[in-house]
């Protein structure tokens, strides 16, 4: 069974930092590209960022670039996302999403960031 | 950047009706078109990619179609677990995007 479970989601001061990860099971992590995409509070969707296989390519939303960096540990199956300068704007639910593997993507149950002061 | 726009924004509809939601996109994004269904505290769940090829584990009264510049969903008969927000997502250029949402409400 494909598994994707966030966790270091937490309430962050605006100009600060933080690094959420999405630790994987179920499938070859490794074979697979993998996605960040956020939910506002009362908001739509925003595809953030994705990460190629091998880790060598990525791409972020306008909105984001140069200040969040997507990243993948292979030998952990593990997907991150490194938020520098944070603002009120990131607040969100953060998902952790596979490419599709079975017929359909596989989401994780996210986890929270808010910025406030 | 490729602007989706749902239509209609809300739709009460009682259970048992049929329900079609549009999607039209600002530029052709080919056959790179979903549909996702999203319920509160649980993550967006895909329906269709293709924009008509139903996921894995997607009823058969849920249906897909168009391409390019305008996709259909459609729900042959509502049931009570399908209201819900339903959003149409492009990833045929780069920054993929999503619709506004059209959310499905109890008449």
């Known amino acids: 069974e494909v598994q994707l479970v966030e966790s270091g989601g937490d309430l962050v001061q605006p100009g600060g930092s933080l690094r959420i990860s999405c630790a994987t099971s179920g499938f070859i992590f490794s074979n697979y590209r993998m996605h960040w995409v956020r939910q506002a509070p009362g908001e739509g969707l925003v595809w953030v960022s994705y990460i190629e296989r091998g880790g060598s390519g990525a791409v972020y939303v306008d909105s984001v670039k140069g200040r969040f960096t997507i990243s993948r540990d292979n030998a952990k199956n593990t997907l991150f996302l490194q938020m520098n300068r944070l603002s009120v704007e990131d607040t969100g639910i953060y998902y952790c999403v596979s490419d599709p593997i079975g017929g359909t993507n596989h989401w994780g149950q996210g986890t929270p960031v808010t910025v406030s002061s | 950047e490729i602007v989706l726009t749902q239509s209609p924004v809300t739709l009460s509809v009682s259970p048992g009706e049929r329900v079609t939601l549009s999607c039209r996109a600002s530029?052709?994004?080919?056959?790179?078109l979903a549909w996702y269904q999203k319920k509160p505290g649980q993550p967006p769940r895909l329906l269709f990619y293709?924009?008509?090829t139903r996921a894995t584990g997607i009823p058969a009264r849920f249906s897909g179609s168009g391409s390019a510049t305008e996709i259909t969903l459609t729900i042959s008969s509502l049931q009570s677990e399908d209201f819900a927000i339903y959003y149409c997502q492009q990833y045929n250029n780069w920054p993929w995007t999503f619709g506004q949402g059209t959310k499905v409400e109890v008449k």
């Open positions: 530029q052709s994004a080919g056959n790179d």
């Open positions: 293709g924009p008509s």
